[in-house]
Structures are given as C-alpha cells and as structure tokens.
C-alpha cells in the first residue's frame, strides 16, 4: 500500500490516542451524556467530538456551561465527567488494532514513537497499561504537560523535540490524528499528518 510506505520512510512518528489510536470517543460521549440532564445541555453524537476532540475537558465544560446559560462551577463538571469516564466507561475501550500495527512496524522500522493526547496523564496510563503499549513510546505528552492545546501546534512540536526530532527538518515527522482539531494544529506544527477514521487510514494530507 502506497500511504504506508510513505508512512515507513518517516523517522519520527506522533500518535493521538482517543480515536486514533484506542476507540474511547463513543466512551467519552457516554460520560458527557451521563451528566446532560443535570447540567441543562444537550446530548451528543460523533459529530460533537469532531468538534471539539483534543481540547481539555475543562475547556469543554466552559463552552457548554457558557452556551447553555448555566452558572455552575465548570471545574466541578469537568471532574465529575472525567471521573465518570475513569470509572464507568473506560474500562471498556477497545483498541484500532490496525493503527497499533503500524506503530508497531514503525518501532521495527526504529522509528521514535511519542504519544500526543489531549487526555489527562492519569486516564492515559491507565489505557496504556490496560493494554499493555506503555513501552512502544519513547515519549508520552498529556493536556497536563501542555500550556496550549490543540488546535494550537504545542503539543506535536514538543513531542517531536521529545523523542529527538529537529523542529528544522519536520519532513522527517509524520503525525496520526482524527479529528478537525487535531488536523488543524498539525497543519499548524507544518508536519505531514495521517487522517484515520475507526481505525482505517483516510488519507495523508502533507504539508
């Protein structure tokens, strides 16, 4: 397949996690939803995790309490809704096995792996362990280690510094991503960037 050989020339490689790499959208949707009536917004759909996947959950709280008129406290949402993810939901991502392969073939390859997620770094262990690739990565970069978020270009730039990568030579980087945030702030970074969608690769936009 040609987008793979393309994807094996690279020295360097940067994978999202939540929806490219582990199926946890629908999960975190579910952790949203739990909390719809409550809190007076509506439920959601895949379409608002296109919207809005990669930000922090804290950010996420803001706008709904903010479109929706409801003057709670956004900190307090945010941790209720991750900790209904960490206990309800997460237990049961599922991983896109065929992304995992080309990581794995990108490590053979000698590829440098590092993790980019807008997750905390607490639930990101936890689904690293829970499926045991915690040791395929040379770096692992969390919203917690992270000033700005995505869409801004931070995240894969300090990844990439991370696991050796020269901020000059950004042609020996590729980036795997999902959703139209995480392609902006790649587009932003000026690094090539894989599309995926339920585990399959979409296309390869190059910048």
Known sequence: MQDLDYIYTKKFAIFDMDGTLIDTEPLHINAWNYLADEYGYPKFDRDF?????????????????????????????????TKTYREMFLPKAEIFSNILDILKNLKQNKAKIALATGSYQRETLMLLDKFNIKDLFDAIITSDNVRKPKPNPDIYEQALEAIGGDLNKRDEAIVFEDTKLGVQGVKAAKIDCVLVKQGSIVEIIKN
């Not at 809005?52 to 945010?78: H, Q």
């Open 49 to 81: 995790i296109q919207l809005v996947g990669g930000r922090p959950t804290v950010e996420i709280a803001k706008e709904l309490l903010k479109t929706y008129n409801n003057n709670s406290d956004p900190k307090v949402l945010s941790d209720r809704k």
